[in-house]
């Protein structure tokens, strides 16, 4: 892969000879304490234990375990054929997920509990997924060793990849980064737990806090999309030049809306690393509405808008159509 290429496999072109997939890096946090306490054969023994969880939630998702090294997993995820864009994603959180709920379940070894750093990046690997070390599995694997153990981290990539459902559960984690050829690329924290319970976002706590140190440069110089919004006869525009509005019953808000439902200081919506983040601090909640989807409900959360679609403020049942704010990513 060419060095000169951005680093966020969003921006990147795909060569005739590549493919876009999705790469999982997983670590086991823990290993040498536990070898050093209880001996390597022993240790192994308990490694195993856990590798046959990990390679049994890749196989769950149809994933291609690639290679081991050492105490480090690396697998491939694909997707449906004929799903443009999203290739592997969803598969490869969904694995994720279900790795880090099968090893939290192991009983602790001489005191010691193993736990899991996973990585994921989608992007363009040559085809048959077996690049190694291409910028896709690099980003990856930075990304695993960036994770304390029990995170999973992933890529502003991987985040527009997902469906709605899912890709409400990665949250920004600040100046967080990851570097590749001198750029940077934003780190998300994957409130996995409830990905694998089924809880929704708003009952979501706070992700692991990131490395006290992260690693940061300048940001890359990429295309970014516009996101339309409209409400009540106004229409406005958010990019570079407008990244952020707040909305609220507030007289001073961006978007104001008349609803007794809604809180003074509803919400915002702003611009982070080329996503548009909705961010809910209301009473009530906000109510989100992809094109095509199902809605879902946010309450001191935050969501990434794709597509299309449409919030409401408060209880669904009691939107009115002023109070109806549509959005459109352009």
């Known amino acids: 892969m060419n060095a000169s290429m951005p680093a966020d496999a969003a921006a990147q072109d795909v060569s005739p000879a590549q493919r876009r997939l999705c790469v999982l890096y997983a670590d086991v946090a823990g290993s040498k304490r536990l070898t050093e306490r209880i001996g390597e054969a022993e240790a192994a023994r308990a490694f195993e234990r856990c590798f046959n969880r990990m390679e049994r939630a890749v196989s769950s998702f149809n994933g291609r375990i690639v290679k081991h090294i050492g105490e480090r997993l690396m697998a491939v995820f694909e997707g449906a ?7 592997g994603a969803e598969e490869a959180l969904r694995a994720a997920c279900e790795m880090q709920s099968r090893v939290e379940k192991l009983p602790a070894v001489s005191g ?3 736990a899991l750093g996973i990585g994921l990046h989608h992007g363009p690997m040559v085809e048959g997924g077996n690049d190694s070390s291409g910028d896709t599995v690099k980003v990856a694997a930075r990304l ?3 994770a304390k153990g029990g995170q999973v981290l992933t890529s502003a990539s991987t985040v527009a990849a997902l469906p709605a459902s899912l890709s409400q559960a990665a949250l920004a984690l600040g100046a967080a980064t990851v570097s590749l050829h001198g750029e940077d690329i934003p780190v998300f924290a994957v409130l996995w737990q409830n990905i694998a319970s089924g809880t929704p976002s708003s009952d979501m706590g706070e992700p692991t806090a990131p490395p006290s140190s992260p690693p940061s440069l300048s940001a890359p110089s990429m295309t970014v999309p516009r996101l339309r919004l409209r409400h009540d006869g106004r229409e406005i525009v958010l990019g570079p030049e407008r990244p952020m509005l707040t909305m609220g019953r507030d007289a001073q808000c961006d978007l104001v809306i008349r609803s007794p439902h809604a809180s003074r200081q509803h919400g915002r919506i ?4 080329r ?12 109510h989100v509405t992809p ?5 879902l409900h946010l309450q001191d ?3 990434v808008l794709r597509g299309r679609g449409c919030l409401s403020f408060g209880p669904l049942a009691e939107a009115e159509a002023g109070d109806i704010v549509t959005y459109e990513l352009l």
């Open 112 to 114: 010691i509990k193993l």
């Open 291 to 295: 094109a095509a989807e199902a809605g």
């Open 270 to 273: 702003e611009l982070r690393h």
């Open 81 to 87: 054929e004929g799903v443009e864009g999203t290739e």
């Open 301 to 303: 959360a935050e969501f």
């Open 144 to 146: 695993a060793r960036l």
């Open 275 to 286: 996503l548009y983040v909705l961010s809910d601090r209301s009473t009530n909640g906000t």
